[in-house]
């Protein structure tokens, strides 16, 4: 039980840190400063480890690898359409990092950085960054990234920050959740949504919601292959989609074991990926889900997404929690 810490590798010359936290019935996390990554959620099972999410061993494929795994995105999650938008009447004009788009806070975003960190409890460590204007946002914003794990298994990500200027802050743990050795399309997935975005062909939100209906109805507990077997019928063969939800987001589970997802914003995307596997992920042969609680993307174009503005002087914090199960 407690908190270790030990040297994960470096990067630009400084050390990252790798935090593993652990529990009275030994399921522990680990995270690491660098973009503040969740890098391991393990379990043990009638004395066998088990790994719930996708990770990696090593810093150099965290930071080579475009999937963001486990990785903090921010400040702003998700897209930004046209790269522009505007707080006040002030117009502000960013990068665009994807053709005329925005997307997941720029090349300077929260995930290029190296955290510093601390240990706050015997259960919890706390990530620190100050981000300064970079690609295009107005204000100095202070983020503080808390995990922690309890003993009764959830963990809980805490976004804090404050800026002494109008800016937007909308941040979310790019987690992928693969929670059995079997392929990701036998286990299952309920999504407490009835309806989720429509977006253009630069995945754009238009505004529209759609209704939850055939691969989008995850109301009941439907296997993620069953779900991409009928998206193939639509000639899509790959979830990137953001589900409009509240409180109790989500579950996904195997015969074995389950993580029920929660949130206090309204977004959750899904994104089907295989990033250990280049060759498979190009045959749709997926290995982990993605499940991105957040604001719902493109908010500051769209009133009734939810508010990401973040005002001069105020503090938020938001909070996601993931509670594991062991099944009967």
Known sequence: MGVSKTIFGEIDSEPVYLYKITNKNQTSISIMSYAATWQNFEVVEDGKKHSLIEHFDNLEDYIKTPYQVGKTIG????RIKDATFKINDAS????QNEGENFLHGGSHGLQYQNFSSRQISNKAVMFSHTVRGEDGFPGKLEVNVIYMLTDDDEVYVTYGANTDHDTLFNPTCHVYFDVDDENISQQQ???NSDKFLEVDDGKIPTGQYLPTEGPYDFK????IGKGLDQLSLLDKHEYDDTFVVDGHAATIKSDKRAVDLYTDRNGMVIFTA?????QKAAKYDYSCLAMELQTLPDAIHHPGFGDIVLSKDKKVAYTNKYKYRKLD
Do not use: C, H, S, W
């Open 75 to 78: 400040r702003v999650a998700g």
């Open 92 to 95: 502000y004009q960013m990068e």
């Open 189 to 191: 997935l309920q999504i």
């Open 220 to 223: 009941q507990f439907k296997t």
């Open 274 to 278: 295989n990033p250990e596997d280049a």
